[in-house]
């Protein structure tokens, strides 16, 4: 069964820049079809931020994020980073991996849902302050 956790979580002040990890474990790479960073504030529903095909990288971000946000991989490591600059105060949420495992889906939006992934980390509080 895959696991994963995520790390690099914290607070920062508004305009300033984190950068999440997220290590997967117990299972193979390859066996996963895409992974995603998600959010979700308090009162909100959790939201699709970034996505990559864990093969050939393709990558599909929140229009909320994009310019801003990168997500990237190491398949060597089995690890996704999600690379935060110019962080607002809206971006302030817990932020949690996830691994859809199997084949991917095609594309926004349908890979940017959380219901399409069925595996998740335990999340890591992002606060931004103004």
């Known amino acids: 069964q895959v696991q994963l956790v995520e790390s690099g979580g914290g607070s920062v002040q508004a305009g300033g820049s984190l950068r999440l990890s997220c290590a997967v474990s117990?299972?193979?790479?390859?066996?996963?079809?895409?992974m995603g960073w998600f959010r979700q504030a308090p009162g909100k529903e959790r939201e699709g931020v970034a996505t990559?095909?864990?093969?050939?990288?393709?990558?599909v971000y929140a229009d909320s994020v994009k310019g801003r946000f990168t997500i990237s991989q190491d398949n060597a490591k089995k690890t996704v980073y999600l690379q935060m600059n110019s962080l607002k105060p809206e971006d302030a949420a817990m932020y949690y991996c996830?691994?859809?495992?199997?084949?991917?889906?095609?594309?926004?939006?349908?890979?940017?849902?959380?219901?399409?992934?069925?595996?998740w980390g335990q999340g890591t509080q992002v606060t931004v302050s103004s």
């Open positions: 117990r299972d193979s790479y390859s066996s996963i079809g895409s």
């Open positions: 996830a691994a859809l495992k199997g084949a991917p889906v095609p594309g926004a939006p349908r890979v940017l849902r959380p219901l399409e992934y069925n595996v």
């Open positions: 990559i095909y864990t093969t050939g990288g393709r990558t």
